[in-house]
């Protein structure tokens, strides 16, 4: 159940910054729970930013998406247009992220106490690997927006 509600937080968040900070629609589709008895694996994706969690909650949030989704949200958030991710697009789709990650971490903090946010990574491209604790949990929200799919992880392990 725990992981349904943090779905459920985080289509809110989202839908939250879509209305606003950026001038399209967005509708959530499906969600997707790791199993208990699964290794954690982190998101394969074009591009992915991180925002860590510390404090009352380890883990953190990925906003995952094409590169042509990033770029359509990053230059709809900024007014301007981006044909590459690094430098200026990189930053916006960066801030999208930490608003979203923001949004969740108001969310829960009442329930887990003072949880601490990084500031945005991004990782963009195919050729990474990127490894976490095998232990994490993870629930992933897809969503479908005008510049396309893309999806938000939350992936965490609570402190006890």
């Given at each position: 159940?725990?992981?349904?509600?943090f779905?459920?937080l985080?289509?809110?968040?989202v839908?939250?910054?879509?209305?606003a900070?950026?001038?399209?629609?967005?509708?959530?589709?499906p969600?997707?729970?790791?199993?208990?008895?699964?290794?954690?694996?982190p998101?394969?994706?074009?591009?992915?930013?991180?925002?860590?969690?510390?404090?009352?909650?380890h883990?953190g949030?990925?906003?995952?998406?094409?590169l042509?989704?990033?770029?359509?949200?990053?230059?709809?958030f900024?007014?301007?247009?981006?044909?590459a991710?690094c430098?200026?697009?990189?930053?916006?789709f960066?801030?999208?992220?930490n608003?979203?990650?923001?949004?969740?971490?108001?969310?829960i903090?009442?329930?887990y106490g003072?949880?601490n946010?990084?500031?945005?990574?991004?990782?963009?491209?195919?050729?990474?690997?990127?490894?976490y604790?095998?232990?994490?949990?993870?629930?992933?929200?897809?969503?479908?927006?005008?510049?396309?799919?893309?999806?938000?992880?939350f992936?965490?392990?609570?402190?006890?």
């Amino acid at each position: 159940m725990m992981k349904m509600e943090f779905a459920g937080l985080i289509k809110e968040s989202v839908l939250e910054v879509f209305a606003a900070y950026l001038v399209m629609e967005v509708g959530a589709g499906p969600t997707v729970a790791k199993k208990e008895e699964d290794l954690y694996r982190p998101p394969s994706s074009e591009v992915t930013i991180i925002i860590n969690f510390s404090g009352g909650i380890h883990g953190g949030i990925h906003l995952a998406a094409p590169l042509y989704v990033a770029l359509e949200l990053a230059s709809a958030f900024s007014g301007e247009t981006y044909t590459a991710i690094c430098g200026e697009a990189g930053d916006g789709f960066g801030e999208l992220a930490n608003m979203v990650a923001g949004g969740v971490q108001t969310r829960i903090g009442n329930r887990y106490g003072n949880i601490n946010l990084t500031p945005p990574t991004m990782i963009a491209g195919t050729d990474y690997k990127m490894q976490y604790k095998s232990n994490f949990d993870s629930v992933k929200q897809y969503f479908q927006c005008d510049a396309g799919p893309f999806f938000v992880e939350f992936f965490f392990s609570i402190k006890v």
